[in-house]
T-cell receptor
Framework: GENVEQHPSTLSVQEGDSAVIKCTYS??????FPWYKQELGKGPQLIID?????GEKKDQRIAVTLNKTAKHFSLHITETQPEDSAVYFC????????????FGQGTTLQVKP | DADVTQTPRNRITKTGKRIMLECSQT?????MYWYRQDPGLGLRLIYY???????NKGEISDGYSVSRQAQAKFSLSLESAIPNQTALYFC????????????FGPGTRLTVT
């Protein structure tokens, strides 16, 4: 089955710097890759997603890149702000199958003012 | 997300007890999911349901059971709780069809002593 590895497990940056979180997946049939943000005491919330027919997607300060050949995808946050501090999860899915998501282990991002 | 509610939010129980976690949604979604979150392991799928008559096992269903009482309600039961079931449990919903975004509830923190 699908396996998703996420790195790093913790990341600390200064406000204004960029943050990058990387994930690799094992199943070449996976074609949907969302990123979720979990704030303290809350459930995860989708922040951006990408499908396998696209190499990059941006939404204001966040972007996701996908390398299908290498089977890895990354989340990029630019001009980080303290409110970006949270746990971030990547996931992969074979969307034509069941829509089930296989999540990475999570990255705790701390943005220091 | 207030559209997905979970009860209770916190629960402490003893080994061997049967407990039920409940999830309700007002989003009108057909698909519902139960995950558990453990530090360093991310979110792992326990069970999922694509409609009232459809129940499927996820990655880690042993020791758990579910009931889909209605489109809006999906309950998770621990038949005989054990300490390694201590975790944060999340319910999620999705619309299905071509939409894969999952909407998570606020979580239930379960402690088994």
């Amino acid at each position: 089955g699908e396996n998703v590895e996420q790195h790093p497990s913790t990341l600390s940056v200064q406000e204004g710097d960029s943050a990058v979180i990387k994930c690799t997946y094992s199943d070449s049939a996976s074609n949907y890759f969302p990123w979720y943000k979990q704030e303290l005491g809350k459930g995860p919330q989708l922040i951006i997603d990408i499908r396998s027919n696209v190499g990059e997607k941006k939404d204001q300060r966040i972007a996701v890149t996908l390398n299908k050949t290498a089977k890895h995808f990354s989340l990029h946050i630019t001009e980080t702000q303290p409110e970006d501090s949270a746990v971030y999860f990547c996931a992969a899915s074979i969307s034509s199958n069941t829509g089930k998501l296989i999540f990475g282990q999570g990255t705790t991002l701390q943005v220091k003012p | 997300d207030a559209d997905v509610t979970q009860t209770p939010r916190n629960r402490i129980t003893k080994t061997g007890k049967r407990i039920m976690l409940e999830c309700s949604q007002t989003k009108g979604h057909d698909r519902m999911y139960w995950y558990r979150q453990d530090p360093g392991l991310g979110l792992r799928l326990i069970y999922y349901s694509f409609d009232v008559k459809d129940i499927n096992k996820g990655e880690i269903s042993d020791g758990y059971s579910v009931s889909r009482q209605a489109q809006a309600k999906f309950s998770l039961s621990l038949e005989s709780a054990i300490p390694n079931q201590t975790a944060l449990y999340f319910c999620a919903t999705s619309e299905g069809g071509g939409s894969y975004e999952q909407y998570f509830g606020p979580g239930t923190r379960l402690t088994v002593t």
